[in-house]
């Protein structure tokens, strides 16, 4: 069994002899100096170990550093393919009467909406003829098919722009990404830091609410077209209950006269 340094010194000078002993000719022990050495290998030893300590975490520091400096080239190089997000471009496959290459054009960048939303369909030239002599009820029923038709292209020509523009945009934010991406993978120390660190963070999280942003205008759209497509239906309903209740007047009207001329008709013969 081993004894540290310190104990073994201590329990020699215990055991030492009186202390007025001699060794040799002319020398004589002193307890205080022997006391006074003991301490000053006691503290020695003791800076001896707090040294071994200190430089055995100064090289644990040194090897975390090295490592941390080595990790982005070690661990993210296999994620550096994350696949291409940007909106795959419309392909113009046929223009047979010259108007769908406006619409494509639109939906590809988001200019003349408007303009390609008539152009591709059939274009709406005011009130139909005659409409001032109509009924109050068949004003009613033709305002409202009017209605739904400028609902309708208004709602198509909206997101036809929403998409074109945010098609046009998307190869933009495909380089935004790109470059988030190489800054992440670099192996330069600079893009390591923790400024550059947080950096990217806020720029990733800035294209993330721009990316739900995008996504909350396509429901928008599609809502807006549910919306119309409601109104058709309410209207459709709408109008056949008045056609009902027209039918029925008219029948209560017309139905008398029939059965009191049919009982003249009778009693006469």
């Known amino acids: 069994m081993r004894f540290p340094l310190t104990t073994a010194i201590i329990a020699a000078a215990l055991g030492v002899l009186p202390a007025h002993a001699q060794f040799g000719s002319g020398i004589v022990f002193d307890p205080t100096q022997s006391v006074h050495a003991i301490q000053q290998i006691a503290q020695a030893n003791q800076l ?9 975490n100064v090289i644990a520091a040194y090897n975390v550093a090295r490592q941390m ?4 080239q070690m661990l993210y190089t296999t994620y550096s393919n994350l696949g291409r997000q940007q909106w795959i471009t419309l392909v113009q496959s046929a223009n047979t009467y010259g108007n769908s290459s406006f619409w494509i054009n639109a939906a590809s960048t988001g200019y003349d909406a408007a303009e390609a939303t008539q152009a591709a369909s059939i274009e709406t030239r ?10 109050p009820q068949g004003q009613q029923e033709i305002a409202a098919q009017g209605a739904t038709v400028d609902l309708a292209n208004a709602v198509n020509s909206t997101n036809l722009d929403t998409i074109g523009v945010i098609r046009a945009d998307s190869a933009q934010r495909e380089a935004d990404i790109s470059r988030l991406e190489a800054a992440s993978h670099s192996a330069d120390p600079s893009q390591h830091t923790e400024m550059a660190t947080l950096q990217r963070i806020n720029q990733a999280l800035l294209i993330e609410l721009r990316s739900q942003q995008e996504t909350n205008q396509i429901l928008e759209a599609q809502a807006m077209q549910q919306m119309v497509g409601q109104k058709v239906q309410q209207d459709n309903l709408k109008s056949l209950f008045q056609t009902g209740n027209s039918y029925q007047q008219n029948f209560n009207e017309v139905t008398p006269q029939q059965t009191s001329a049919g009982t003249e008709w009778a009693f006469h013969y």
């Not at 005011?126 to 009924?135: E, H, K, P, Q």
């Open 69 to 72: 400096a080595s990790v982005p």
């Open 48 to 56: 001896y170990t707090t040294t071994v300590a200190s430089t055995r």
């Open 126 to 135: 005011g009130r139909v003829a005659g409409y001032s002599s109509l009924s």
